[in-house]
């Protein structure tokens, strides 16, 4: 028998074929791949680097609460959370409810500047996967009383279960204008006002989120401050328990 080539056309329909089946296949996986990403509760979904901003949305559309009470052996916190910070309010209400907070502690004291609460388990949502991604808001400032996520040096989002409480100074007018020159930060006029009456802690804004403030029992951040301390160490003598709930609206 005689050999025959095939003729180019034939060898482009084969290989026309071939890219189809193989860019059909891609589709598939693709498909699939998609499906297998899809949020079918987001209350219990496992969040990573990938999903945080779909997990986090989804379930701040399906959970608007932004009141929270902050309960500490010196009393009750009311805080408010930031509309204008939807993940972070989404993140925490998420763990409220998930009861992630019931076994925390504030585990670091700085007076004159922040308590810190957080580190409680942190296996029970597998929270080492995500970051929350940054909302820092000008307008969103440290304050006493701004609750506001912690991040570590070189992190590229907010921490997911560390949370601080500023306490903060009362600053003068001079040193607030000698800061805004140093840095380049501005500070608004309401800024301005807050921070030489009420107080807070102005070299962490534009830098950290701040998602909410207490609006009542300002006065448990005094009492909480103020606890002996390992200074060097930033750490309460004693442990501070701390627990957060869904406030009755």
Known sequence: MTNRK????????NISHLLTLVSLLALFNCNNKSRQEEISDPATAEITGRNVRKVLTAYGEQNPENMVIISTPFGDMKAQLYEQTPLHRANFIRLTRAGFFDSASFHRIVK???????YADKRKLKL?????????DPMLYHKKG???MAHHDGAKGSSPF????????????????????ATGKILFPEHIDTYTTLGGAPHLDSTYTVFGEVIEGLHIIDSIAGVPADLKAEKPLSRIPVTVKIANQ
């Open 162 to 181: 560390d949370f601080y409480i500023v306490h903060g100074t009362v600053l003068t007018k001079d040193s607030l204008r000698n800061f805004s020159s």
């Open 128 to 136: 080492d996967n995500y970051l929350v991604p940054y909302e820092v």
């Open 6 to 13: 095939l003729p180019a056309s034939h060898h482009f329909f």
């Open 112 to 118: 004159d500047f922040m308590v810190q609460a957080g």
């Open 146 to 148: 701004a609750l506001g």
